[in-house]
Nanobody, 121 residues
Framework: VQLVESGGGLVQPGESLTLSCTVT????????LGWARQVPGKDLEWVCGVYGDGNTYYADSVQGRFTIYRDHDMKKADLQMLMLKPEDTAVYFC????????????????RGQGTQVTVSS
């Protein structure tokens, strides 16, 4: 499985950014896709995800600001981020499979190389 993220960058507080993830080497919609982020010195944490059945999860810190969009075959997942805050600064990773019950750092989770998002004035 290969995941490739793109779209990171430097934005000011209150601005928006959309990250994209392309997945290859996986078939079927059952696995789900998620986005996780890591701040230096802290554990990787799930930000949001979509299960194979289409149900979604959002961390409280991003609820109402972030939206995950995925295609029918779970081969692409965009993360739309609105009203960005300095505390959203992190490296963002696309990952599969997705389950809030499994740490995104687990060995069973495949992740991309990550893309840096910096929110600063």
């Amino acid at each position: 499985v290969q995941l490739v993220e793109s779209g990171g960058g430097l934005v000011q507080p209150g601005e928006s950014l959309t990250l994209s993830c392309t997945v290859t080497g996986i078939t079927g919609r059952t696995y789900g896709l998620g986005w996780a982020r890591q701040v230096p010195g802290k554990d990787l944490e799930w930000v949001c995800g979509v299960y194979g059945d289409g149900n979604t999860y959002y961390a409280d810190s991003v609820q109402g600001r972030f939206t995950i969009y995925r295609d029918h075959d779970m081969k692409k997942a965009d993360l739309q981020m609105l009203m960005l805050k300095p505390e959203d600064t992190a490296v963002y990773f696309c990952a599969t499979p997705f389950s809030i019950l499994i740490s995104p750092e687990a060995r069973s989770i495949s992740r991309g190389q990550g893309t840096q998002v910096t929110v600063s004035s």
